[in-house]
């Protein structure tokens, strides 16, 4: 499915571990699959579920996640 330019199937190769979609909006939003963070994760800056109205931002906040 592209979207604005990006290929989600190509996020959902990327980022295995999240769970796609947008919104009628046009917001992209991710969710981690399986995965419940614990309470130190989030305090480290982790999140369950990232959105963005770009998607340039989109994946920064992806990669940023990734990277923690």
């Known amino acids: 499915m592209?979207?604005?330019?990006?290929?989600?199937?190509?996020?959902?190769?990327?980022?295995?571990?999240?769970?796609?979609?947008r919104s009628d909006a046009g917001v992209f939003y991710a969710t981690r699959r399986g995965v419940q963070l614990r309470t130190a994760e989030i305090d480290a800056g982790l999140q369950q579920t990232?959105?963005?109205?770009?998607?340039?931002?989109?994946?920064?906040?992806?990669?940023?996640?990734?990277?923690?």
């Open 50 to 68: 990232v959105s963005a109205d770009d998607v340039a931002t989109f994946v920064a906040l992806l990669h940023d996640q990734h990277t923690r």
């Open 2 to 21: 592209a979207t604005l330019g990006y290929d989600l199937d190509a996020l959902r190769a990327t980022f295995p571990g999240w769970s796609f979609f």
